[in-house]
């Protein structure tokens, strides 16, 4: 059997939703970020029905223009590698040293930074998703890996363990399931099921900016039938947001009011290249998943954002949905169509894994990212090629050339 990330992924997502709409409905209502809401069973369907159709409308998009064979592959030389490495470790330091970015520290850099414009522009996780699956040297797609790892935890994340899961995945594929290979996973799953408190707990302890001893005293007592259904709960709901999609139908016609009223931007709007051009004007706005911490969970000025879902803003924008029908399918069926055509298999089931676990969450801006990333990494590399090939073409003229003269 062959591991297929994306096909991981849909079913992964799909029983997580699946599983809490059920939960939800005999429960009547669902714990959203610590609180909880009563929802109604038609709501919660829909939601999920909904949810589904837009995660079978990704997969079929990334079925449609994989290439047909895996000979095409963006490989990336050493250069690349010691780049990346060097990049993210200036860009831990950077954080580091100045408590920016920095789980449980809320300092921020006054007046601006030229260096901090950099790592804005330059995101350093992006271009490790990117160049990362793509470098040749598995020596140093592990080093970048480690670091990457290293940079999620200080700013209390542990979902980059999940996600160089599936750039493994992605990168390696075809991933065969052997007896030994089955063997392997298993050990590994039951390790993590067995530390999942400890590493909810560690998450939390980043976050508060907790010492060393504080969190070894609270890993002491994280070994106990409460914390597992707790850690089990919580790891379930980062998988899901079905809760989310019913909140926002069934207070749709209050939350699209203050979208027309301005109260947060438009999906089209959140982005790396709006955002650049909103601190060019000197805008301020906040995207839905913001506005929603705010308006649903009562917490002013939220440092936090959570998820709306593809499904909840169809949901939202009522008969104004067919629009972003069009903007999600352009964002989406571009960089896959160029991805599949220039560069090949690896990096297209990692954009398509990311359409899942970022685009399909309602993360827009995130994806958007991650899309135009990949179309400017198959500039550089296709264009440094041509450029290189020209060069080559035009000294082999000149050369007989210079031979028929002589």
Known sequence: MTLNPVVSLFCLYLFANFFAMQQAISRGGMVLEGDFFKLEPSSLIYSFLLQFVVLVSLVLIFRALRPKTLKKKLILSNKWGWFLVFFQLFFLFFNLIKGVNVAGDGAKIEGGSLINYVFVILQPDILFLLIGVSLKSNRMFFVASCIYLLSMMLRGWMGGFFIVIFMILSK????????????????????????????????????????????????????????????????????????????????????????????????????????????????????????????????????????????????????????????????????FYFVSRYVGDNLLRLLSCFSITYLFHGWIGAYFNIGLYALMLILVVKGRFYIVKSCDSTHQSRSIQELYRN
């Open 172 to 335: 390696y594929y075809p991933v065969k399931v052997s007896n030994r290979n089955v063997f392997v996973f298993v050990v590994l799953v039951f390790f993590c099921l067995l530390m999942l408190p400890v590493l909810v707990d560690a998450k939390w302890a980043f976050r508060t900016g907790a010492t060393v001893s504080e969190f070894f005293l609270m890993a002491v007592d994280s070994f106990s039938f409460e914390k597992y259904s707790l850690a089990f709960e919580y790891l379930l709901n980062r998988f899901q947001h079905v809760g989310h999609v019913a909140l926002l139908f069934e207070n749709s016609d209050v939350v699209l009011a203050a979208f027309r009223d301005g109260d947060f931007k438009s999906y089209w709007m959140d982005g790396l290249p709006q955002y650049i051009l909103e601190k060019g004007f000197g805008v301020e706005s906040v995207t839905l998943n913001s506005y929603m911490v705010e308006f649903f969970f009562g917490i002013d000025n939220p440092t936090w954002n959570t998820n709306p879902g593809i499904a909840g803003w169809l949901f939202l924008l009522k008969e104004q949905f067919v629009f972003m029908i069009f903007y999600i399918l352009f964002i989406v069926i571009i960089p």
